[in-house]
């Protein structure tokens, strides 16, 4: 069928939370260094050079727009440690998805699934891949803005790239994501050194009176903070391996204890950098910050700053790329979504038709919107399922508190996230309502028209079986199995 009732299959029970089943778990390989490597190499790819100059332009002025990117680290680790908590105690993989399955039940997590694969996802790899575009093609127009067709058509040939990468090898698509997570952290560093020196020559006119002309709307915050949050999303990518972490309930809270401070340290530093080279006028003006920074401080090689960044935002692609088939797999396991999106490659053993599915869906994406609306659309949808999942787990702290947890995150913590996403969630739609959120929050619960038919109460149309049949073998795929030992 083309959504599986799993329940007779051991290795995809359903564990509850109040019962102490054992199963089986994929092999745990994942160590501290590479969840700390996992998370960084994440959360840094295109936010941090595309991101600063829409802060600033809805926060004013420099100062206010650094204590936002501040303020988005400590609500990114906040969030971050609240995650372990749920981690220690449902220790299966799959982020969110999971979290809101085992607590809420099976609604709300297939419309979280439904969410996640047709339009979060998919927004996100959009969001990145138009980011790499801009700084691919910024040399090819210098002193102008680069055209819109030119940059959607470089993004889109960067998706269609990425998937005959992942969907060829697993170990070609890890290898590229390795080699690119050191060259962003070397376009940052020079970033951040070559701000150092320019503070240290005395070019500190862009932080003088640096909190005149702040925005004060609730609105104008809240999308500021979408933006300087895209740059941190990624604190959460751990959880969605939980069952690959070598001893999850240390390695989780420390890795992101690790890999976040360390993060928004160099974000801050990176955005002091650009101050220091340029006016806030002149950063406003930027269609590729990083590149104006480069031709500023680094003159005829400034070339080397796009090609880091190009380089940094296509491994990031390619990072969230091979992630995305994560909630896929573990929504179709649980019978949330079609069976197709489950199955693998017979001879590469890749997640083909998931990765497949993503790719054009980011497609449409590219074709319809900018990077900036992108954004802003996915950070909405993602606040409103971090919400849920945070309210989740006050709800088990107060509720189960009798549940063994090996780290537990002090109360206020999630307290203080859940009204940060419930802020982020209400503020722009108050202060500035757009026909878009609307559409937004339809498609979500446009998921009821699948969910009761086809999962609640289990019909499978036999066109749809037919359909999945021939999908196997145009795509030459099979159901995945898991090796017991």
Known sequence: STMRERKT????????????KEKLRLKQEVGLISGVSLIAGTMIGSGIFMSPEWVLHHMGNPASSLLIWAACGFLAMF????????GTIIKES?????????IFGSFPAFLFAYTSVILVRPAGLAAVCLSFAEYAIAPFYPGCSSPQVAI????????????????????????VMNIFTAAKLLAL??????????????????????FQGTTAGIGTVGVAFYQGLWSYDGWNNLNYVTEELKKPEVTLPRALMIAIPLVTCLYLLVNVSYLAAMTP???LSSGAVAVTWGDKVLGSWAWLISLSVALSTFGSSNGTFFSGGRVCYIAAREGHMPDILSMAHVRCLTPSPALLFTSAMSLIMIISGSFTSIVNFFSFMAWLFYGMTIS????????????????????IIPIIVLMAAVYLVLAPIIDQPQIEILYIVLFIFSGVIFYFPLVRFKYHPRFLERVTLHLQ??????????DAN
């Open 9 to 20: 299959d051991p290795l995809h029970s359903s564990t509850d939370l109040s019962e102490g």
């Open 79 to 86: 969030g971050a440690l609240s995650y372990a908590e749920l």
């Open 94 to 102: 799959g982020g969110e998805y999971i979290y809101i399955l085992r």
């Open 152 to 175: 959607k058509c470089t993004a889109a040939a960067c998706i269609l790239i990425l998937t005959i990468i992942n969907c060829l090898n697993v170990r070609l698509a890890t290898s």
């Open 189 to 210: 560093l020079v970033i951040v050194v070559g701000g150092l020196v320019l503070l240290a020559k005395g070019q500190t006119q862009s932080f003088q009176n640096g």
């Open 392 to 411: 989740g787990l006050l709800y088990l702290k107060i509720k189960k508190p009798e549940l063994p947890r090996s780290y537990k995150v002090p109360i």
């Open 473 to 482: 073998l145009l795509l030459e795929v099979a159901p995945t199995t898991k």
């Open 281 to 283: 006028s002149e950063l």
